[in-house]
Structures are given as structure tokens and as C-alpha cells.
């Protein structure tokens, strides 16, 4: 999520705006600059890259050939996937009309949401959130109406388990009692604690999870404030605490990964439930061709990276991608909802580039 225990992140639209320096082209050697490429004449050239390659997939494949900051283009493309998979299982008329930068909105929140999602239930939860989800105007609408929403993709996975979590499986994890979104893990420092997209309790253990949509897509420095210095008790011995010295030493380390935001969750969790065993599961969107990509594959190495660095810890670190995790509900008997549910989830999310 965006929540940091030094206050709130910016709006989700607030650093996905930049644009990288590379130009762009197409096989012709047409180029247009850094400019144009954030203005309207962007994805018009998109457009007709879309009719020259014949389909909507085709043409991000040629777009992100002829960009040299494939990061860049990658978040521009995966917006716009999604936003034209938004298009196709709502219908235009479920798109805001807010105008740029907030063209890949749905007209509210409940439209950005699946059936099967009982929203008002689990709405109290976001109103009461500190990741302002559900704040918005007349010029500016909610961060979680975002068809790219990281709020609204573990809302849409998990939304249909609230009231039955009992048969809810994930990563071989099960036997879930109760279900909680935005949940507050303090840390015991002074400020904002962190918070997590999705928690999961059971009899003697939590299962935390940190959900991510396009937010790795755009760099964030790590950054921890001088306050965890405070902190002496067993944290400090855990192998997640010891690495602030190294991230903080170099805070471009992990391009991709969000490695302070996954410490921060931790020392909440381990400070808020030092009884329990926990996991904390980072669950991240990639399109389904993400291996033709390397910001993905770079991604999904800086995991691996990370996952060797707290490995030992009693708070064990855990990854997964959302059509994993769809692969694996696939092979569940149960609730008898459960395939119509994942029939829904893939139209909406489960796109190529």
C-alpha cells in the first residue's frame, strides 16, 4: 500500500505522471520526444501503432521495442492495458470522465469493483484508513478508482472470502478465522504505524500481505527515519533490522522493490504479535508475459535477492504474483463461486504487454 509510518505517500497518480527520457519511435523511424510523449499525441501514436500491428496487444509489444526507458513505458503501457481491459468487462460508460491525468479511472469506486465484492461491508475499513483511498472531489477523484489500483486489486481477489475466510487458501496458508483490510500493525514508535493491504488471522498466526499493482514500476529511495534507531529489543538482532544500515548506505539498492516498506511491515508485525507465528506475503500484478520485459524479470530478481537477505528470521518473507495465486485457487473444489469469481478476476487483470 502507501502508507509509511512518517504520514501518507502522495496521490497514486502523483509520481506515475513522470515520463521517462528515452524517445519514442516506431519501425519507420519516426520519433517523437519527451513532450509529446506525455500529451494526448502519445497515445495517439499508440493508436496507430494498434491498427498498423492489428490489436490492442500487438501494439504496446512495438511501443515498448522503440522506448529506451522501458520502465517508463512499461507503466504508461500497463495503465493502459488495464484500462482498456476496464473497457471491455464494463463498458465505456464505467470510465470517469476526469480527464488527464486521471484517464484510467473508473466514473467511482464501486464501478472499479467486481461483483462479488461486497463493498459496503468492507468500506468502514478504507474511510478509516490513512491511505485516504476512498478521498476525492469533483476534480480529483479517489486513488482506489484507479483501473491500476493496488486498494482495488486485493479488494477484487479477496473481497468475495470476507465472510467465509475459513476456505480461503493462500500459498498453502488456510484455517483464516477472520479477514482485515488496511489493517494498523504498530511499531511502538512515535508517528503513523504501518499498514497492511490484507491480514489474515488465524488461531496462532497472521498472514500479512502487501499488495502491489504498478507502484514498482516507478523508483522510490529508501528511506527510515532516525526514530528506529530507538529501537533495542529483539528486533534489533532480526536480520530485516540489520539491513537498514545497508539500505540506508544505499538507497537505490533495490530498484524495483520496496525493501524499507517490507522492513516497516515487519518490525510492526513483530513488535504488534510477538506471540504468533507470522509470514508476510508480498503480492504483486505482472502481466502474463512479463519474462519478455527485463524491468519484470529485475523485479522478480530483486525478491529473490531480498528473500536471501532476512531468510532465518521467525517472521518469514514470502512472494507471490497474483495470477499465481489465481493458478492455485484454480485448483480448489471449493466455494462453488470460486470459478466464476476467477473468470472475472483474469478479464480484468490478467493482460499481455
Not at 201 to 230: G, H, M, N, Q, W
Not at 240 to 254: P, Q, V
Request: contains cysteine.
Amino acid at each position: 500500500m502507501k502508507i509509511e509510518e512518517t504520514g501518507m505517500e502522495d496521490r497514486e497518480e502523483g509520481n506515475g505522471s513522470k515520463r521517462g527520457n528515452g524517445p519514442l519511435g516506431d519501425t519507420n523511424g519516426k520519433r517523437i520526444n519527451e513532450d509529446a510523449r506525455s500529451s494526448q499525441e502519445w497515445f495517439e501514436e499508440a493508436d496507430r501503432l494498434e491498427i498498423k500491428a492489428g490489436g490492442a496487444l500487438a501494439a504496446p509489444r512495438a511501443l515498448a521495442n522503440s522506448l529506451n526507458d522501458e520502465r517508463a513505458c512499461l507503466y504508461e503501457l500497463a495503465k493502459r492495458a488495464l484500462h482498456q481491459s476496464f473497457i471491455q468487462t464494463n463498458g465505456a460508460q464505467a470510465t470517469g470522465t476526469w480527464g488527464e491525468p486521471y484517464d484510467a479511472y473508473s466514473s467511482n469506486v464501486e464501478a472499479n469493483l467486481l461483483d462479488g465484492v461486497p463493498f459496503a461491508d468492507l468500506r468502514k475499513a478504507f474511510d478509516d484508513g490513512k491511505g485516504q483511498e476512498l478521498h476525492g472531489d469533483a476534480q480529483q477523484p479517489p486513488k482506489m478508482a484507479a483501473v491500476y489500483s493496488s486498494s482495488a486489486l486485493v479488494v477484487n481477489t479477496f473481497g468475495p472470502w470476507h465472510q467465509g475466510p475459513s476456505n480461503l487458501v493462500v500459498n498453502g496458508h488456510r484455517g483464516f478465522k477472520t479477514m482485515s483490510f488496511e489493517a494498523q500493525v504498530p511499531h511502538g514508535l512515535k508517528g503513523t504505524p504501518p499498514h497492511l493491504d490484507l491480514r489474515l488471522d488465524a488461531e496462532d498466526r497472521v498472514l500479512a500481505i502487501e499488495s502491489k499493482c504498478l507502484e514498482y514500476l516507478r523508483p522510490k529511495k529508501a528511506v527510515f527515519a532516525p526514530a528506529y534507531d530507538t529501537i533495542v529489543d529483539h528486533r534489533a538482532r532480526s536480520p530485516w533490522f540489520r539491513h537498514i544500515a545497508a539500505l540506508r548506505e544505499n538507497s537505490d539498492h533495490y530498484q524495483y522493490l520496496d525493501a524499507a516498506q517490507l522492513i516497516k511491515h515487519y518490525l510492526g508485525l513483530s513488535h504488534s504479535e510477538p506471540t504468533k507465528s507470522l509470514r508476510l506475503l508480498y503480492l504483486y500484478w505482472e502481466p502474463r508475459n512479463w519474462q519478455d520485459f527485463e524491468p519484470f524479470r529485475q523485479h522478480r530478481a530483486e525478491i529473490l535477492e531480498f528473500s536471501d537477505v532476512v531468510v532465518g528470521d521467525p517472521v518469514r518473507f514470502e512472494a507471490l504474483s497474483y495470477n499465481e495465486l489465481w493458478a492455485q485457487w484454480e485448483r480448489l473444489k471449493r466455494p462453488a463461486w470460486l470459478p466464476s469469481h476467477l473468470q472475472r478476476l483474469k478479464a480484468r487483470y490478467s493482460v499481455e504487454l
